[in-house]
């Protein structure tokens, strides 16, 4: 893997005997600069070359030196296990996980900390292995870090060995289709369809037919070709498997299995040449206990599986990311950068929506700059709420109310109000007027069996 002279690192194409020399090779921590004077980085430095003293000259992209930075400004010590962050009397001070630590104690950074030194952002990881074997950036049209380049290898590799399916497990925008496609792409070639379906949204009454097509009446005329059809000779990918029904889960398992498919109101069989990559956010595992998942498909469909991570474990893409999505407004006549304060505080979100949130919140930042006429974004123009967990309000418990006619009635209704009230005889604004004034939540009588 060779390096630009701005530190950033060329993708190459790794053959599976170095993929299984990287996961043999012993893990070396070290620190990644991934954002350095007002740009995406990938710079390497490994902890057995520390203690480092980073400053100006170190930190700086090409001829560019950032004035923010002290010419010796931190020094960095791998004791143990983490590292510990000194700050050498710089003049703007040294940033650990947003917080800004004193000259005279060095700071502990564990894994997957942030170090901000002026504009530049170094992340701590566990192993920067990867990182230099994979290297880090864009790479055709899409933010690639370690993971996701393992993930689209692992998927690749799958491909060539001739399975019939692959599995992509992952949070709701991850990338799942992504790694879909790279296991396509490694088939019979680019002119091979690739039909992704999205299970959430089909019509129950009508996945069957949708997914297998149908035939009606005596002739062809009125045949319905589905998804499977619109495959033959490539790859029919499911996205959110998990939320077919177990009857389309059945013939999906016969299609696997047999190479056939029976279409609705067909006599026979016909044969189909697909490979199928399903994904899914749920556990399929958990939804087989549950009995919403059939356990053979399960068994047939879940070998190989390609985990991917949240994007809260890929914090080196972050900079890239907000970096693609400010070209996007460049490309309109829009010119907007990101303050590393900005990006900082994006690396310390958990984004439970992952890629697909930061990229939503980075363009209405933007968007919001623009309208006020700014052209730099800076860590108070992200949201708040933004890659923020979603907090679901606590429902009320009926701890203190009289055990009286109403609160039975509501028992025995499960918390229906208007069931409660005909039980009763009473008008239902009655029993609204009971919950109103002993401040009870019609939902926790739903899980109560008695009062």
């Known amino acids: 893997m060779s390096a630009d002279s701005h530190g950033r690192r060329a993708s190459t194409t790794v053959s599976s005997d170095e993929g299984g020399a990287l996961a043999r090779s012993k893990p070396i921590p070290g620190l990644v600069l991934v954002f350095a004077d007002r740009k995406p980085m990938a710079r390497v430095f490994r902890s057995d070359a520390a203690p480092l003293e980073l400053g100006r000259s170190d930190l700086a992209n090409g001829d560019l030196l950032d004035g923010m930075i002290s010419r010796k400004h931190a020094r960095l010590t791998f004791v143990g296990s983490e590292w510990l962050v000194e700050d050498l009397a710089s003049l703007n001070g040294t940033f650990v996980n947003g917080k800004r630590i004193t000259a005279e104690a060095p700071s502990p950074l564990p894994s997957a900390g942030i170090v901000r030194i002026g504009g530049a952002l170094l992340l701590s990881v566990a192993d920067v292995v990867p990182f230099e074997h994979y290297g880090l950036g864009l790479h055709d049209g899409l933010v690639q870090g370690p993971a996701l380049r393992r993930a689209l290898e692992t998927a690749a590799q799958t491909r060539k060995a001739l399975p019939s399916s692959l599995l992509v497990e992952g949070q709701s925008g991850t ?80 299609l696997l299995e047999t190479r056939e498919v029976l279409r609705p109101g067909a006599a026979g069989a016909e044969l189909a040449d697909v490979r199928v990559s399903a994904a899914s956010a749920r556990d399929l595992r958990g939804e087989v206990g549950a009995g919403r998942f059939r356990e053979d498909l399960y068994f047939r469909i879940g070998n190989p599986v390609v985990r991917l991570p949240p994007l809260c474990e890929r914090l080196e893409e972050v900079p890239w990311h907000i970096q693609h999505v400010l070209e996007e407004f460049a490309t309109q006549g829009e010119s907007i950068v990101a303050s590393a304060s900005f990006v900082d505080a994006c690396m310390r979100r958990l984004w439970p929506g992952n890629v697909r949130e930061l990229r939503a ?3 209405r930042a933007a968007s919001a700059a623009v309208a006020e006429g700014s052209r730099r974004l800076a860590s108070d123009d992200l949201s708040p709420v933004a890659g923020n967990p979603i907090v679901v309000p606590k429902l009320k418990e009926p701890a203190h109310f009289p055990e009286d006619d109403v609160a039975r009635a509501l028992a025995l209704e499960s918390g229906n109000v208007l069931g409660a009230a005909r039980r009763l005889g009473v008008h239902r604004n009655k029993v609204r007027r009971w919950l109103e004034r002993h401040h009870v939540d019609v939902e926790a009588f739903k899980r109560r069996t008695s009062v």
């Open 175 to 254: 990338g799942k289709e992504l790694v879909a496609r790279a296991f396509h792409a490694a088939g019979p070639g680019p002119a091979a369809p690739f039909v992704s379906v999205s299970c959430a949204t089909l019509p129950k009454d009508l996945a069957e037919r949708l997914v297998f097509g149908s035939r009606r009446g005596g002739g062809g005329s009125s045949d319905a070709s589905g998804y499977v059809q619109s495959a033959q000779g490539g790859t029919l990918f499911f996205d959110e498997v998990a939320e077919l029904s177990l009857e389309v889960q059945s013939k999906l398992l016969r």
């Open 361 to 363: 919140e980075v363009r």
